[in-house]
Nanobody, 121 residues
Framework: QVQLVESGGGLVQPGGSLRLSCAAS????????LGWYRQAPGKDRDFVAA????????SYTDSVKGRFTMSKDNTENSMFLQMNALKPEDTGVYFC??????????????WGRGTQVTVSS
């Protein structure tokens, strides 16, 4: 059974940092494109970042470029999202995703259940 489990969310002040983790089981992440998405209250789930199967290519939505960094560790079978200079508009539930091709298109084979990130003073 495939599971993706996010952790690391929480409440942080504007300008602060958080590091999200997503631990995978039941699949080998080196065989999957991986991604992070977020859903703000009352809005659709939106793309945040993705990394290719090789780990050589990353992509980000414009609003997080220069502030967020996505990475993965194949030995830990986990992916990460380092979030710096957080803004209130970064608030939402963050989901990790895995797809046999790419997780940058809004669809994926597998999704985690999400972790809440709240940026507020």
């Amino acid at each position: 059974q495939v599971q993706l489990v996010e952790s690391g969310g929480g409440l942080v002040q504007p300008g602060g940092s958080l590091r999200l983790s997503c631990a995978a089981s039941g699949l080998t992440i080196s065989n999957y494109g991986l991604g992070w998405y977020r859903q703000a209250p009352g809005k659709d789930r939106d793309f945040v970042a993705a990394i290719s199967r090789s780990g050589l290519i990353t992509s980000y939505t414009d609003s997080v470029k220069g502030r967020f960094t996505m990475s993965k560790d194949n030995t830990e079978n986990s992916m990460f999202l380092q979030m710096n200079a957080l803004k209130p508009e970064d608030t939402g539930v963050y989901f990790c995703a895995a797809d046999r091709r790419t997780a940058a298109t809004g669809t994926a084979d597998y999704w985690g259940r999400g972790t809440q990130v709240t940026v507020s003073s």
